[in-house]
């Protein structure tokens, strides 16, 4: 089931941590070769990032706020990837968001006047395949195993072990793998 949207008012402590990251993102992080996953995972570890072992994060990957972004074992944010993890984003283990993806976890809500920033997280559940230029919403949930497909628009939960495409995407398939012959 989808997360609530809810209010969200950012502290000035968030506003200097967040200025304070992006400067060590443009230093240290972006301009590192690409097999640099290990430093890039410890700068992302310093600012509070919960990452598991050989993790991948590509140096032209955005992190918003990295100490709201959870990665499992083997996970990767691809290049080009936009992580705007104003709400937390968790990506389970084995899971890769390919190039251009953009995981937004914020909004506004625009019933109200003076239009507030609301959030709602984002879950990635294991061995999900979140595919190039594929835009997930707040408060979506990919489940364990599944597929987006490229340039889809995901606004509302995907069932695990599904493919699913669109604008919105919606699950098209179950996902099935093809039992390989050793010649």
């Known amino acids: 089931m989808k997360s609530p949207l809810h209010p969200r008012n950012l502290s000035l402590g968030n506003k200097i941590a967040r200025t304070l990251w992006q400067i060590v993102w443009l230093i240290l992080y972006r301009p590192t070769p690409r097999l640099f996953h290990p430093w890039r995972c410890l700068l992302l570890r310093v600012f509070g990032a919960k990452l598991g072992r050989a993790v991948h ?107 699913a495409s669109g604008n919105p995407a919606i699950a098209i398939k179950k996902r099935r793998f093809e039992r390989r012959v050793d010649d």
């Open 57 to 163: 994060p590509y140096p032209s990957a955005r992190i918003w706020a990295p100490w709201n972004l959870e990665m499992g074992d083997h996970a990767c944010l691809s290049e080009n990837v936009d992580c705007y993890c104003v709400d937390k984003i968790s990506i389970g283990g084995y899971s890769t968001v390919s190039q251009y993806s953009f995981l937004c976890t914020a909004s506004h809500d625009y019933t109200n006047s003076s239009m507030p920033l609301v959030t709602a997280p984002i879950m990635i559940g294991a061995n999900a395949w979140v595919t190039a230029d594929v835009f997930v919403g707040p408060g979506v949930s990919i489940g364990e195993g599944a597929v987006v497909t490229a340039r889809s628009s995901v606004f509302s939960d995907i069932p695990a072990w599904s493919v």
